[in-house]
């Protein structure tokens, strides 16, 4: 059993699938874009990445470390037919592709889901490119649009809650307002007021007699 073993055997050997990585991870580093099987690509995107972060730091020894893990195909263009060499893998992949990827930090490929199947055996094919220059910026302005964005949510929601914390309080200010502007009653006039009950009070006992009287 294969329990806790990394990597895709891929029906072949341990040489024929280091061959083929390095076949495949040179072709994309010359034409940055290659047609393969979605498994293939897959098992090749994190072994060119950890190649390009190694031009990134354009040292002799990064060179050669590059040089052992790939190797150091000819770039080869025929023109009137007859074959020009144009340079080599290394040499485009540490003057070229690693200095156009110095600020980013990491992701320099991509695979694209084709609508094709291969013939045969109906594999899945996709398309591994290199990531283009002119990405890394607009994925950045991007984020940082949805950064305000949520900002602005935010400090609209807080206004919000505020604005019905005010309404919720003014009635109360306002019902206190008006029980401070109600006049108090003194004890002076509090006094008249009984004197006044108690007068009352005895006008209708004389006249509860009188009648009786009678």
Do not use: C, W
């Not at 990394?6 to 040179?26: I, K, P, Y």
């Not at 809650?161 to 306002?174: N, Y």
């Amino acid at each position: 059993m294969r329990h806790r073993v990394a990597g895709r055997r891929l029906s072949r050997t341990s040489e024929h699938r280091l061959a083929m990585r390095r076949n495949l991870v040179a072709s994309l580093f010359e034409h940055e874009t290659v047609s393969t099987t979605i498994e293939k690509a897959k098992e090749v995107k994190p072994f060119a990445e950890r190649l390009i972060t190694l031009a990134k730091k354009g040292t002799l020894a990064a060179r050669r470390r590059a040089i052992a893990l790939l190797g150091n195909r000819d770039i080869v263009e025929y023109e009137d037919g007859k074959a020009v060499r144009k340079g080599t893998v290394i040499g485009k992949l540490f003057s070229d592709i690693g200095p156009r990827y110095l600020d980013r930090p990491g992701g320099y490929t991509r695979i694209i889901r084709l609508s094709l199947r291969r013939l045969g055996d109906n594999g899945q094919l996709v398309l591994l490119q290199l990531i283009g220059e002119g990405e890394g910026p607009k994925k950045k302005a991007k984020s940082a649009s949805k950064k305000r964005s949520r900002r602005k949510a935010k400090e609209a929601a807080r206004l919000e809650q505020t604005t019905e914390a005010e309404q919720v309080a003014e009635p109360k200010e306002v019902s206190e307002a008006e029980g401070a502007d109600e006049p108090k009653e003194t004890p002076q006039a509090q006094e008249t007021d009984q004197a006044e009950d108690q007068q009352s009070s005895e006008a209708t006992d004389e006249t509860d007699r009188a009648e009786e009287k009678e």
